[in-house]
């Protein structure tokens, strides 16, 4: 499969707007497979904090990760009937994302994008393609291919073979 955020910074592209919170994010829809409401959601002891569970999504054991807890994001909790899950490629595996809610899909041309700001709070740079200027507001484009360590993949692949061999 192609690099999805070299495709999609060298060209115009389309983005899923969601929120965190009050903060606008976005992820390639390239790599968007689709969007369901919060479903019931299967715990698993000794994962990271952030990975809530599996879901079965048609059959696919799917991994769950909230990402207001992977970046730290604070705030009042949000209902689990509004929130939704983005299911999303990262590399080869499908892995949700839970969300506050989302909002639109946005092209974006290359000149709409910019570096990532030193100063942006709370999350780590490397998590980031940039920042897209959408009218009158900067909405942060995250890089999925970048948001889990190797170790942190592992994890995740493992929890998923585990749960389709029971």
């Known amino acids: 499969m192609a690099d999805p955020i070299k495709s999609t910074l060298g060209a115009v592209s389309q983005w899923v707007i969601f929120n ?72 080869e595996h499908s892995v949700g994302l839970i969300v506050d809610s989302v909002t639109e899909v946005v092209r974006l041309p290359p000149e709409a994008v910019e570096p990532v700001p030193s100063a942006l709070p709370r999350i780590e740079a490397e998590y980031l393609s940039g920042v897209g200027k959408i009218q009158d507001r900067l909405v942060v484009l995250l890089n999925l291919e970048r948001l889990l360590s190797d170790m942190e993949k592992k994890i995740l692949t493992d929890l998923k073979g585990a749960s389709t061999e029971e």
């Open 20 to 91: 965190l919170g009050s903060e606008e994010f976005a992820v390639p829809a390239v790599q968007v497979q689709e969007i369901v409401r919060y479903p019931e959601v299967t715990h698993v002891p000794s994962m990271p904090r952030f990975v809530k569970g599996v879901i079965n999504l048609r059959g696919k054991i799917v991994p769950i990760m909230d990402l207001k807890e992977r970046f730290e994001i604070g705030g009042a909790a949000q209902a689990l009937g509004t929130r939704r899950i983005i299911v999303a490629l990262m590399g």
